[in-house]
């Protein structure tokens, strides 16, 4: 049931997230033949999401009752989880807030939530996580981390920061879990058009939810460590790291 190279972990879709724009459209693409698990806060109204992934082809959907940021239940609900629907073949960890940057730089408690669920939530469901896959001897884990998060701009340096410790801990995670039979993958996007970005200008090399999930679905099959959406972004995030301080300093979000 693990799968090898260039092959899907067999076993049931986790989807940590389940309104997630870019979630669904990655269920979507995995949902022929498998159960999927959909975990969200207000779980009882996700029956149009579990009606669109009966329609991909999936065996079952399941709805869980999960808050991100109600860490101390993480485990349960993941051991539940497990032991109800599991094997879990492939979790997709797909929730997250860009949060209001001006209101954070004057509100203490509005950064810490913004770094909460993007960060430290995801530190915990990864931790379960990892631990449960472990266990089985085999997995895929998804993670999103952001361009944001290769070098932190003034613009939003508080959603920055958490995804540059995200992607610090899912690239320390993935070396703990060589040889495990665990597989991890960091997404490293840029802009991408959808709800969670409704009203801001899309950037340059913008992306959309469906281009997104089909580099997903194509990094799983290959077992990558990382990818980048779109791939071009590869030279940016290293272009970045030149860019002088006071340039920097003025770079729009």
Same mark, same amino acid.
């Given at each position: ?46 029956? !149009?999401?579990? &009606? ?9 959907? /399941? ?10 239940? !993480? +485990? ?8 109800? !629907? +599991?094997?879990?073949?492939?979790? *997709? ?16 408690? /509005?950064?810490?939530?913004?770094? !909460? ?6 530190? #915990? ?14 997995? &895929?884990?998804?993670?999103?981390? #952001? ?30 879990? /060589?040889?495990?039979? *665990? /597989? ?22 913008? #992306? ?20 980048? *959406? ?24």
């Amino acid at each position: 049931m693990a799968g090898s190279a260039n092959e899907l972990a067999q076993g049931a879709v986790l989807l940590l997230g389940g309104r997630s724009e870019i979630g669904l459209e990655i269920a979507d693409r995995l949902a022929p033949g498998r159960e999927v698990i959909l975990a969200a806060r207000r779980s009882d109204q996700l029956e !149009h999401e579990r &009606q669109r992934l009966i329609a991909a082809g999936a065996t079952a959907v /399941h709805t869980v009752e999960f808050d991100a940021d109600a860490v101390d239940g !993480h +485990g349960q609900i993941l051991s539940t989880v497990a032991r109800e !629907h +599991g094997p879990i073949g492939i979790a *997709v960890v797909a929730f997250g807030i860009l949060g209001d940057q001006a209101r954070a730089e004057r509100d203490a408690a /509005h950064a810490v939530a913004v770094v !909460h669920t993007d960060f430290v939530a995801q530190v #915990s469901v990864l931790t379960h996580l990892a631990n449960l896959l472990r266990a089985q001897g085999f997995g &895929q884990l998804v993670v999103f981390s #952001s361009i944001a998060g290769v070098r932190v701009r003034r613009a939003n340096y508080v959603y920055g920061s958490a995804k540059a410790g995200l992607d610090g801990f899912a690239s320390g995670l993935t070396d703990a879990l /060589h040889g495990s039979g *665990v /597989h991890l993958m960091l997404v490293r996007s840029g802009f991408v058009i959808g709800r969670m970005t409704e009203g801001m200008k899309p950037a340059p090399m913008s #992306s959309t939810p469906d281009h997104v999930a089909d580099a997903v679905v194509r990094g799983l099959a290959r077992r990558s460590r990382t990818i980048a *959406v779109p791939e071009r972004l590869r030279v940016l995030f290293f272009a970045t790291r030149l860019i002088p301080t006071p340039i920097w300093r003025r770079m729009p979000r």
